[in-house]
């Protein structure tokens, strides 16, 4: 008579982007040769998970007895990469050999197995119990290490365990020594890290401050253009500083990308402040916008909900540059390879700064620029007319006067000018929970469409003889005229913020747009006609 095949069900989940989905784990054991195979597309770690979960079961005291082992990944037509599975494979045994008797229907277990029988931390671990969660399991079985960034999806009716080792999980699962669960989500709204850089630090440049404050009100990308010395980084690091506190949501987004790209860390285990990141100008396209033979997210993604800032804006390749131009549309990029296509998000804001020549001293009133004219024109010129046209404020930052340096009135801390940036970006998020948006809470003026154009930012005929004006003077395309009026209205919700108006004005929330709102968002976007 033919031996009788023993079969058990386990759940885990693995990574796709940044998202988990759930991997139903099939194992068939029958008594015969010693034998052990893996099917459903898994990559080459996981084929070469035998010999861990061999070893590391025999090493903490609980060997697997000989038999015939077949291992079915499903959905068996997606590919599966990652060694978080091996925890979910080696209770699947288990449960089919016999060794321990459990419901597994409402469970799911992630982690690597170590040759020692310890529980190895995983990359993702927040997206894949977030995806188990979603699929209906209620105890989430997670390395010890990952177990604190897990925690962030935790909710009332679901229990997360960290689990060290295979022994510490066979006591749990048997009932001979329970793990502590996690009580409680870590998260708390509005907690944010306290910075070093402040406003206040910044002495002088008045104009390129209101820029700024201005990009921050409406999620607006910005170019910084002026001489070495002039505050362009100082002032770019400080951005960060005024942006509103994050979400809930925006850090669980952000607290993935890391998790995904392996770089959570111990101290920081999810994302509580808005992301800055700097990268040199060396890097290639695929680290800047995201790639490689296994797709990865790059600096725009890992920039998601907070700040890119591009340092010497012309020095870095322009593969690269140009390689951005979708992703700031889309507010995602999407990576195609044989194995499929992964999005990423990478809603960003977009800092640059530059000199204005490649000396730095251009139009400097100490006139120290020994830059030829064709030098000055091909430095300039690896910036392409359509990246321009992509960003929305340009500002130029003459060099300090003595007077500016020893000036003791520097203006306003971060802390006072975030309390009207987010009173501002309220206006519009108002704006756009009338509208009938349900992701309005992520939705700022930069992000406005040519219907809600036409919504919120409509002309009297006053505006309409300005803007005209501004449109042939200085030549402006179908998008950089869209700019304009998106700037002109976070420029409208501040001044109603600063006084006090921020009810509905004419129809629409925060006020219809005047001609000097018009009239100072054209002047923040005329650099690109003065230096190209």
């Known amino acids: 008579m033919e031996e009788r095949t023993v079969l058990s069900v386990t759940y885990t989940a693995a990574t796709f982007g940044t998202d988990g989905y759930e991997v139903i784990v099939e194992c068939s054991s029958r008594k015969g040769l010693p034998d052990f195979e893996i099917v459903g597309l898994p990559d080459a770690a996981i084929r070469e998970s035998e010999k861990r979960i061999y070893t590391g079961s025999e090493n903490s005291g609980y060997p697997i007895p000989p038999s015939d082992i077949s291992i079915n990944l499903a959905p068996a037509d997606k590919k599966k990469e990652g060694t978080a599975i091996e925890l979910a494979v080696l209770v699947a045994i288990y449960c089919t050999t016999g060794m321990i008797q459990c419901r597994t229907d409402d469970k799911s277990f992630i982690g690597e197995i170590s040759f020692s029988g310890e529980i190895r931390g995983v990359r993702g671990a927040l997206g894949m119990t977030i995806a188990a969660i979603n699929s209906g399991r209620r105890e989430i079985f997670v390395p010890y290490d990952n177990v604190r960034e897990a925690s962030v999806a935790y909710r009332d009716g679901i229990t997360i365990y960290g689990v060290r080792d295979i022994r510490s999980l066979i006591g749990h699962l048997t009932g001979r020594a329970p793990l502590d669960p996690v009580r409680s989500n870590p998260y708390t709204d509005g907690i944010d890290f306290l910075s070093r850089e402040d ?7 008045h104009r390129a401050k209101r820029a700024m404050i201005t990009a921050a009100a409406g999620g607006h990308n910005i170019l910084l253009i002026g001489p070495p010395g002039s505050g362009k980084s100082m002032l770019a690091k400080r951005l960060p ?11 669980l987004e952000s607290t993935k990308i890391y998790s995904c790209a392996g770089m959570l860390t111990e101290d920081e285990p999810f994302v509580l402040r808005r992301p800055f990141r700097s990268p040199h100008y060396s890097l290639s396209t695929a680290a800047l916008v995201g790639g490689g033979k296994i797709p990865q997210p790059g600096e725009i993604s890992l920039s998601h909900n907070g700040v890119l800032f591009l340092d010497e804006f012309p020095e870095f390749r322009k593969d690269a540059l140009e390689g951005l131009r979708q992703p700031i549309e889309d507010k995602c990029v999407t990576i195609t390879r044989a194995a499929g296509r992964v999005t990423y998000p990478s809603s960003f804001m977009l800092v640059c700064a530059m000199n204005p020549c490649k000396c730095g001293y251009y139009g400097s009133r100490n006139g120290k620029c020994t830059c030829k004219p064709t030098e000055i024109r091909d430095y300039l010129g690896r910036i392409s007319g359509p990246m321009l046209d992509r960003i929305d ?47 309005y809470a992520t939705l700022s003026n930069a992000l406005m469409q040519t219907h809600e154009l036409e919504a919120f930012c409509s002309l009297d005929e006053q505006c309409t003889k300005i803007m005209e004006a501004v449109f042939e003077k200085i030549n402006l395309s179908a998008r950089g005229y869209d700019r304009i009026l998106r700037v002109a209205r976070t420029l409208c919700d501040m001044e109603a913020v600063e006084k006090g108006q921020t009810g509905e004005t004419d129809g629409i929330i925060g006020g219809r747009i005047k001609k000097q709102h018009i009239m100072e968002a054209a002047q923040m976007r005329v650099l690109d006609r003065k230096y190209w």
């Open 393 to 439: 404020i340009q500002v130029e930052m003459p060099e300090l006067a003595f007077g500016e340096l020893t000036d003791g009135d520097r203006g306003e801390h971060s802390d006072e000018i975030r309390g009207r940036v987010e009173a501002a970006r309220q206006l519009s998020r108002e704006r756009f929970r009338l509208a009938g948006y349900e992701n």
């Open 199 to 205: 406003f206040f630090d910044v002495k002088g440049q």
């Open 241 to 251: 500083t005024i942006l509103p506190k994050m979400s809930y949501e925006e850090s």
